[in-house]
């Protein structure tokens, strides 16, 4: 009998071990299921953060094309004003030598009606 006791306790320690093998199995199986889960989740952040970097690129070369025309666009401009003051500082001298002009010419009516009256 010690012999059968010795097979049903050596069946009941397998029995266990079976048991306790098939546990961390499952054990092992839901950690596998987790990591897929987790790599899904990781991938599908990769491709969002690809897409975003893919729109900060393209924002940024708008923001340059912009930058690039307001550049140039500020130029003309500059252009245009430099243009436009020459003209309005030529017109100012001939203002002035118009001015100095017209003065010269009442100065010398003015003397010519004192010399006229003086007659």
């Known amino acids: 009998?010690?012999?059968i006791r010795?097979?049903?306790?050596?069946?009941?320690?397998?029995?266990?071990r079976s048991e306790a093998a098939e546990a961390k199995h499952k054990e092992y199986e839901l950690v596998i299921s987790n990591l897929e889960k987790d790599k899904a989740a990781l991938r599908l952040l990769?491709?969002?953060?690809d897409?975003?970097?893919?729109?900060?690129?393209k924002d940024t070369k708008d923001a340059v094309q912009r930058l690039q025309g307001a550049k140039a666009?500020?130029?003309?401009?500059?252009?245009?004003?430099?243009?436009v003051t020459s003209d309005r500082d030529l017109w100012q001298r001939k203002y002035d030598e118009m001015a100095l002009k017209y003065s010269k010419a009442i100065q010398e009516f003015d003397d010519?009606?004192?010399?006229?009256?003086?007659?």
């Open 51 to 57: 897409e975003q970097a893919e729109k900060a690129q």
């Open 112 to 119: 010519f009606v004192r010399s006229a009256s003086n007659m």
């Open 1 to 3: 009998m010690p012999k």
């Open 46 to 49: 990769a491709e969002m953060a």
């Open 73 to 83: 666009q500020n130029e003309t401009l500059q252009r245009e004003l430099a243009a």
């Open 6 to 16: 010795a097979l049903q306790q050596e069946v009941e320690d397998s029995k266990a």
